[in-house]
């Protein structure tokens, strides 16, 4: 056993001494075009997420894999391998088969990766749901994907989730049994609450981990080499221009593969990393979760909802070396550490969803007392990074680019008659390889724009392709809002905003914010007959309704909108028009 961790260790260092040009030497070259495939050192693996957490439960069973500070609860991977087993073959025992989607609400919790790999080594797919929805949105998201189990907490924020529930299935709170039997969602089965009480209708979350015999538990192992490295194991919700929400079905090989190559370049191996970010995003499932798993790493979950006092406490207490965060968590984690000046050891903050600005890089590393600042770019239909910072890069790679194209696959840049255009030059990003969905569920027409029946997925991001292997964004196709990490469409506001009684016409722009890096303002024009109605009135309209980081800062009054000679509206005059006004 010591043998095999000494040589794992010894691999694993060996990645971490890669210069950059060892790396570039991998590069096919293209006659001065767009086009890199970085074919990486090692070779990729065929494994499941379940056959990865096998491998590292038995090899480094007793190095602690989660820790949640706020709960004051420490698992190790062997912990998490039994648990995991044990719930799921309770979700077997439910009824459950390979294929069936299990749907998991709720928030950063101890429960959390323990339900991802339980349903990971039952063979079912994995439904990571925003803790914020509300349940309109939770509703189409279940009909959506036809989720057969849902898993939740009890509450998130001020949320009563069994509240929300009711709000979809009524019926639920009088029945004796715990089974439903909804109209409207009739696929669902099975509700698990992870809560002491009993609420009608539902399972315990701990009730359902009880069900199975041990041999039943047992089998679970036996029946990981039935499920396929290439069969979907996680949807995650992304939304589109269309405005309603896109289901993204990753694949268990992109997951493990992608976790290791992102954990080799953020140098995490047996380390503690602080995530501020949630669990059900890609950013918490494959850069964190999986990440961590490949590596032994430990990840140090801070609080149940994000805080940045909180996060700094854990950093100190935990000696955390690593920091996941987005820009706007960072903003807030520098301007706490003036205020508390806690005792840090962290090493490397890793940034992901917004590029970092100039100043807070070096406030980042000046208050935090970092030696490095990396980030990493990608999407989640590509199991989310496809480009990331190396061990060597220099402070101007990190601030300049969104870093060098990932471990095995292909980038290219092409223009609208989808030819390559020369390295420097701006055009549409395409990757391809291992780490691409399988298409979105149920819709195949927007899978087909988007997935090739070649392998290449087009990103809709404007993009600049480098000679040297690194990348800058420089635009977007598509119209997307950035807010402090959370990615959001205006079409799905803009189609929500109407639905008000006063509002007959609205339109959403991303305007600059400080902190978030991108805020949302809200141009609106009343009804005839709902001259009097406030921009508070629209807001107050939204709550509940939508998701709080959804609803707009900022919602302007106007009465006509600024549009071409075809009648299509220019934003850009509306972003003016903002700038104008708030600008100081």
């Keep these: 056993m010591e043998l095999a961790k000494r040589s794992f260790r010894i691999f694993i260092s060996a990645r971490y001494k890669f210069s950059r040009n060892e790396i570039r030497r991998n590069h096919t070259k293209t006659n001065g075009l767009s086009y890199m495939h970085n074919i990486g050192k090692y070779p990729l693996v065929y494994r499941t997420i379940g056959q990865q957490l096998g491998l590292i439960a038995s090899e480094f069973g007793d190095r602690e894999a989660v820790v949640c500070v706020e709960e004051e609860k420490r698992i190790t991977y062997d912990q998490l391998k039994n648990e995991a087993d044990r719930l799921a073959a309770g979700f077997l025992n439910l009824g459950l088969s390979q294929g069936d989607r299990v749907g998991l609400w709720a928030p950063n919790v101890s429960s959390w990766p323990v339900v991802m790999f339980a349903a990971a080594r039952a063979g079912l797919i994995l439904v990571a749901l925003n803790p914020a929805y509300e349940a309109p949105e939770m509703e189409y998201c279940m009909q959506k994907v036809g989720i057969k189990a849902l898993v939740t907490s009890e509450s998130f924020r001020?949320?009563?989730?069994?509240?929300?529930?009711?709000?979809?299935?009524?019926?639920?709170?009088?029945?004796?049994?715990?089974?439903?039997?909804?109209?409207?969602?009739?696929?669902?089965?099975?509700?698990?609450?992870?809560?002491d009480k009993h609420f009608p209708g539902t399972f315990r979350l701990r009730d359902v981990s009880l069900m199975p015999s041990n041999s039943q538990v047992a089998q679970i192992e036996n029946s990981q080499k039935d499920i396929s490295p290439d069969s979907g194991c996680n949807i995650q919700f992304t939304s589109g221009t269309t405005g309603m929400p896109k289901a993204a079905l990753l694949k268990h090989f992109g997951f493990v593969n992608n976790g290791i190559h992102i954990g080799d370049h953020n140098e995490i191996f047996e380390k503690k990393v602080c995530m501020q970010v949630p669990f059900f995003h890609a950013y918490g499932t494959v850069i964190s979760v999986m990440a961590c798993l490949a590596h032994s790493a430990t990840i140090v979950v801070p609080s149940r909802v994000y805080n940045p006092e909180k996060s700094l406490k854990a950093i100190e207490k935990e000696e955390c070396q690593v920091i996941y965060g987005?820009?706007?968590?960072?903003?807030?984690?520098?301007?706490k550490q003036r205020e508390l000046k806690h005792n840090l050891k962290a090493e490397i903050a890793v940034t992901a969803g917004a590029m970092c600005p100039p100043q807070?890089?070096?406030?980042?590393?000046?208050?935090?007392?970092?030696?490095?600042?990396?980030?990493?770019?990608?999407?989640?239909?590509?199991?989310?990074?496809?480009?990331?910072?190396?061990?060597?890069?220099?402070?101007?790679?990190?601030?300049?680019?969104?870093?060098?194209v990932q471990d095995n696959i292909e980038v290219k840049v092409i223009d609208k008659e989808g030819q390559l255009v020369p390295f420097g030059t701006p055009g549409e990003l395409c990757v391809r390889g291992y780490f691409t969905m399988i298409g979105y569920w149920g819709d195949e027409q927007k899978t087909r724009e988007t997935l090739g029946t070649d392998g290449w997925l087009r990103t809709g991001d404007q993009f600049v392709l480098q000679a040297d292997g690194y990348g800058r964004v420089v635009g977007r196709l598509k119209e997307m809002i950035i807010r402090g990490g959370e990615n959001i469409f205006p079409k799905e506001i803009e189609n929500f905003l109407v639905t008000c009684p006063s509002v007959a016409e609205a339109y959403v722009v991303g305007v600059p914010d400080e902190r978030l890096g991108e805020e949302m303002c809200a141009f609106v024009r009343l009804k005839t007959d709902h001259q009097d109605c406030s921009p508070q009135q629209i807001k107050d309209?939204?709550?509940?309704?939508?998701?709080?980081?959804?609803?707009?800062?900022?919602?302007?009054?106007?009465?006509?909108?600024?549009?071409?000679?075809?009648?299509?509206?220019?934003k850009f005059k509306l972003q003016e028009e903002f700038k104008k006004k708030y600008t100081k």
């Design 326 to 335: 987005t820009p706007t968590m960072y903003v807030d984690l520098v301007n």
């Design 360 to 404: 807070l890089f070096k406030d980042m590393k000046s208050e935090l007392g970092l030696s490095k600042v990396k980030s990493m770019f990608g999407m989640t239909e590509n199991t989310a990074v496809s480009f990331i910072s190396l061990y060597d890069d220099t402070d101007e790679q990190i601030l300049e680019t969104v870093g060098h």
């Design 541 to 570: 309209f939204c709550q509940g309704k939508i998701s709080y980081f959804k609803i707009p800062r900022y919602i302007e009054i106007v009465t006509e909108f600024p549009k071409t000679v075809s009648g299509k509206i220019q």
């Design 158 to 195: 001020n949320k009563d989730y069994y509240e929300k529930i009711l709000e979809m299935i009524p019926e639920l709170g009088s029945v004796e049994a715990e089974r439903v039997h909804s109209k409207k969602l009739p696929f669902l089965s099975t509700i698990i609450i992870d809560s």
